[in-house]
């Protein structure tokens, strides 16, 4: 079945303690990105990567740090978790960005606590 | 000014009626316009994307854009309590990024 898997579902953990969240997608996408998601504020991107070794910011990238370097797969990594990282994290991807017939496909989420 | 805006809501119909969802955006350059559905606590999952001005249905769904009003909306006909969700409208700019709007919350009363 053509995905993108994120682990964990849940988070809950202390200030500055480095996390990773984990993404992977088995549909041979190009482009993946992560979002976050709060109330009032809709989807924001954190980063985004066009292809293996290329990364780049998006609206809200403070705090955050990703890597890509296999094409299926796109960690966030957060270095010192402060309460307002507190969200809901999508992982999305898509065969070509933007400008094209497709749209992205989502992970399930995770919930992040940070306390 | 936000780059894409949504009424905010939340709306409510009643089961049968025609919800009407309305989005516009900031960025001339765009192309490529998105309606994603998500339910409380899940992903956003596509259900339809536009590209030239006009309509398009799909089934009880049909999305209209005009590109001179910068102007993009989403009907749902005989809307089913199911719909009952919050539905995103996704501009691709001119950055080739796509940006969505905070989200239109719908609830389609029994």
């Known amino acids: 079945e053509a995905q993108v898997t994120q682990n964990p579902r849940y988070l809950i953990t202390v200030t500055g303690k480095k996390l990773t969240v984990t993404c992977s997608q088995n549909?041979?996408?190009?482009?993946m990105s992560w979002y976050r998601q709060d109330p009032g504020l809709g989807l924001r991107q954190i980063y985004y990567?066009?292809?293996?070794?290329?990364?780049d910011k998006g609206d809200v990238p403070e705090g955050y740090k990703v890597s890509r370097k296999e094409k299926r797969n796109f960690p966030l990594i957060l270095e010192s978790p402060s309460p307002n990282q507190t969200s809901l994290y999508f992982c999305?991807?898509?065969?070509?960005?933007?400008?094209?017939?497709?749209?992205?496909?989502f992970g399930s989420g995770t919930r992040l606590t940070v306390v | 000014q936000k780059e894409v805006e949504q009424n905010s809501g939340p709306l409510s119909v009643p089961e049968g009626a025609i919800a009407s969802l309305n989005c516009t955006y900031s960025?001339?350059?765009?192309?490529?316009f998105f309606w994603y559905r998500q339910y409380s606590g899940k992903s956003p999952e596509l259900i339809m994307s536009?590209?030239?001005?006009g309509d398009k249905e799909d089934g009880r769904f049909t999305a209209q854009l005009n590109k001179a009003s910068q102007y993009v909306s989403l009907l749902i006909r005989d809307s089913q309590p199911s719909d009952s969700a919050t539905y995103l409208c996704?501009?691709?700019?001119?950055?080739?990024?796509?940006?969505f709007g905070s989200g239109t919350q719908l609830t389609v009363l029994p």
């Open positions: 999305a991807s898509s065969p070509y960005p933007g400008q094209s017939i497709y749209g992205y496909t």
């Open positions: 549909m041979n996408h190009e482009y």
């Open positions: 990567s066009m292809n293996v070794e290329v990364t």
């Open positions: 960025d001339r350059g765009s192309q490529s």
């Open positions: 536009i590209y030239s001005n």
């Open positions: 996704a501009v691709s700019g001119s950055a080739r990024q796509l940006t």
